[in-house]
C-alpha cells in the first residue's frame, strides 16, 4: 500500500524524524504512529483528570453550618458594631 505525502511540512517532518531516528521512513512513521495511537488509548477523560480538583473542594470546611451572614463575618473582621 503506498502513501503519497503532498504537503512539503509533513514531508520534512517525517524526513527528520527517520533521520533522528537512523531509520527508514517507513519504519519511522510506524513507530511515530504507534506512539501516538498508544498516548490516545492511554488519556485519561476529563472526569478522571478533575477528580483530584474534586477532592480537594470536598475537603474544605462547610462553612454553611456557622449560620453567619456575609456582614456579621465582615462586622467581626473590622470589628465594626451592629
Request: glycine fraction near 2%.
Amino acid at each position: 500500500m503506498a502513501y503519497s505525502i503532498k504537503d512539503p511540512e509533513t514531508d520534512e517532518l517525517i524526513r527528520k524524524l527517520a533521520k533522528a531516528k537512523g531509520k527508514p521512513i517507513v519504519d519511522a512513521i510506524r513507530e511515530a504512529c504507534a506512539n501516538e495511537l498508544q498516548r490516545e488509548r492511554e488519556k485519561k477523560s476529563l472526569w478522571e483528570r478533575v477528580q483530584p480538583l474534586v477532592a480537594r473542594v470536598a475537603a474544605f470546611p462547610n462553612r454553611a453550618d456557622q449560620h453567619a451572614s456575609h456582614k456579621d463575618f465582615f462586622d467581626e473582621m473590622w470589628r465594626d458594631e451592629k
